[in-house]
């Protein structure tokens, strides 16, 4: 007899039988759908599915096995041996081919790879390779040659409220009550992670003496949305990506939503790094006082530390955000580097070599200017920064505009 105290979690007794119970997933599952058709047609090919946390990796992986009734084994790439692996061949010798489902295969290491290709390659193992990361950047490319890549999307409010709807009027959830706004709030807290929401749900039924579950009961349990993140993880680094990207389309609203998921982290550093590097690559010398205003907040940041650190923070993305952008001084840069990386350099100009009496000092003529030859001679012609008329550059482009002229009207400076 079951004991209640040990019994299985909600989420493992709503665990899918077959694809048609998966929730969610409608771009693979579902009529004419590939993994659908893959059951129907009795094949399946070794594959890789990979997208955040409690969307339904290990679901889709259950029901795809139990769909074609096939023999399986199920091991985790970090916890498990590679004695365990050879247990696996082995057995799948003995009945011909056998499918692999293995969680973390991001984390698979080469000794484990090295036991698995062969087999993954004559057909003997069918892998079924689970991940949070980005493949793409996180699996050898020897295993992700041999799979099919398909990415899981996220769950949507709706598909979790109809995933504890159904759950509540399940034999594990006997005499339940339970609102449909209820439903919406629990969904809305578990930020479209199926599993958390089924041990929120399962939490709360278990917490009441009459099983009525209300809003203040969900609350008491847990007020504030779950945020899952791996700052080591290709989602850390996507959020990273969104924040910059965001202020460099200058849109602060978007800005503001991805500071906040990485100060929700707590990762201060990246932060810091990510700004500094979108304060000189995207908005330069369109507004070069926004270096040292950066500094400056995050010297707030750190000395007042965080929650308040979050204003310091807010404002200069806010400004950044709203700032006029140039890339231009970066861009001159690297086509500099690119002459000096592909060897087109040539030699300093004799006159302004050291201790050279054919050199010219600015200081003497009007202007502190003077026309003389600095860039080597078969690079003299070379131009490299283009300005452009925003912001602060734009002050910039009618020096430059200036001293273009003055230049030009020299025929042969030395």
């Keep these: 007899m079951e004991n209640s105290f040990v019994s299985k979690p909600l989420a493992a007794r709503m665990a899918p039988k077959g694809l048609e119970d998966i929730v969610g997933q409608t771009h693979l599952i579902g009529e004419g759908k590939i993994l659908t058709n893959l059951v129907q047609n009795k094949k399946l090919f070794s594959m890789i599915l990979y997208g955040s946390s409690g969307i339904g990796k290990t679901s889709i992986s259950q029901a795809i096995v139990n769909d074609l009734g096939i023999r399986y084994r199920f091991l985790n790439a970090t916890i498990n041996s590679k004695k365990d692996i050879d247990i696996v061949v082995e057995e799948a010798k003995m009945y011909g081919s056998l499918v692999l489902i293995m969680d973390e295969i991001h984390r698979l290491n080469k000794d484990k790879q090295d036991i698995l290709l062969p087999h993954l390659e004559n057909g003997l193992l069918v892998l079924i390779g689970m991940t949070t990361?980005?493949?793409?950047?996180?699996?050898?490319?020897?295993?992700?040659?041999?799979?099919?890549?398909?990415?899981?999307?996220?769950?949507?409010l709706e598909d979790i409220t109809m995933a504890l709807k159904k759950a509540s009027k399940t034999e594990y959830l006997k005499g339940i009550e339970i609102d449909d706004s209820c439903l919406s709030l629990i969904a809305s807290l578990s930020s479209c992670d199926l599993r958390f929401a089924y041990n929120l749900l399962e939490v709360a039924y278990y917490s009441t003496k009459d099983k009525k579950i209300n809003e203040d009961v969900i609350r008491s349990i847990h007020s504030k949305p779950v945020f899952f993140s791996d700052k080591n993880g290709s989602g850390h680094y996507e959020v990273l990506s969104g924040l910059q990207k965001s202020i460099r389309g200058s849109d602060v609203d978007a800005s503001l939503h991805y500071l906040a998921r990485l100060v929700n982290e707590g990762d201060l550093d990246s932060i810091y790094r990510r700004l500094s590097v979108i304060a000189y690559e995207d908005i330069g010398l369109a507004n070069p006082a926004i270096g040292p205003r950066l500094e400056a907040a995050i010297c707030a940041c750190e000395r007042v530390g965080?929650?308040?650190?979050?204003?310091?923070?807010?404002?200069?993305?806010?400004?950044?955000?709203?700032?006029?952008?140039?890339?231009?001084?970066?861009?001159?840069?690297?086509?500099?580097?690119?002459?000096?990386?592909?060897?087109?350099?040539?030699?300093?100009?004799?006159?302004?070599?050291?201790?050279?009496?054919?050199?010219?000092?600015?200081?003497?003529?009007?202007?502190?200017?003077?026309?003389?030859?600095?860039?080597?001679?078969?690079?003299?012609?070379?131009?490299?920064?283009?300005?452009?008329?925003?912001?602060?550059?734009?002050?910039?482009?009618?020096?430059?505009?200036?001293?273009e002229k003055i230049r030009n009207s020299f025929s042969d400076p030395i």
């Excluded at 990361?133 to 949507?156: G, T, V």
């Excluded at 030859?373 to 734009?394: F, H, M, V």
């Design 133 to 156: 990361a980005n493949p793409y950047h996180s699996i050898n490319p020897a295993i992700r040659s041999r799979c099919q890549l398909f990415e899981l999307k996220s769950l949507k």
């Design 306 to 403: 965080l929650p308040e650190g979050r204003i310091p923070l807010g404002t200069i993305v806010c400004e950044m955000a709203l700032s006029p952008k140039s890339n231009t001084a970066h861009i001159a840069f690297d086509l500099a580097l690119k002459d000096i990386e592909e060897g087109n350099v040539g030699s300093v100009p004799e006159h302004i070599r050291p201790d050279s009496s054919l050199y010219k000092y600015p200081h003497d003529y009007p202007g502190s200017y003077v026309v003389q030859q600095y860039l080597p001679d078969k690079l003299k012609a070379r131009k490299y920064y283009t300005p452009k008329n925003i912001g602060y550059e734009s002050i910039i482009k009618q020096v430059y505009d200036k001293l």
